[in-house]
């Protein structure tokens, strides 16, 4: 079995910044070598977030304003006591850290519309890293 990593490492702008990687996956999975297996896409951080969704501009504002809704900024949250960013904690809990797809015949295996991204939640802009780890044979 064979076990290949790397790293993406790129800035946000902040809160709910929304950064395709799908073709940055899709290349590292290539450069592995590896045709059947497993693709982990980790995003080391307590307030930032991988999930999938189409990118159409409509849904995306339509994700960020869902979000939004659900965690609302400055609802009386204790850690704010601490740092003003107890809401992105929250919603980086929520949405997860990881996602895992199938590597089959080389290829990183999404639906049509299912794309990548990294969710940028916390307050300011960040540089963040993704770490990228391909798992097969």
């Known amino acids: 079995m064979k076990v290949f990593t790397r790293e993406l490492r790129f800035s ?6 929304l950064v395709d990687i799908t073709h940055e996956v899709e290349r590292i999975v290539e450069e592995s070598g590896v045709q059947n297996g497993q693709v982990l896409v980790f995003v080391p951080g307590a307030t930032g977030a991988i999930i999938t969704i189409e990118h159409e501009s409509g849904l995306l504002e339509d994700f960020k304003r869902a979000l939004k809704e659900l965690i609302p900024k400055g609802a009386g949250y204790l850690h704010d006591r601490i740092d003003d960013n107890a809401h992105s904690h929250l ?5 997860g850290a990881s ?3 199938p590597v ?3 290829r990183l295996v999404r639906g049509t ?19 990228v780890q391909v798992i097969g044979e």
């Open 12 to 17: 946000t702008e902040g809160e709910i910044d």
């Open 113 to 131: 519309w299912q794309q990548i991204f990294f969710v940028e939640l916390d307050v300011r802009p960040r540089h963040r890293r993704v770490v």
């Open 91 to 95: 919603r980086a809990s929520l949405l």
């Open 99 to 101: 996602e895992c797809f």
């Open 104 to 106: 089959v015949d080389g």
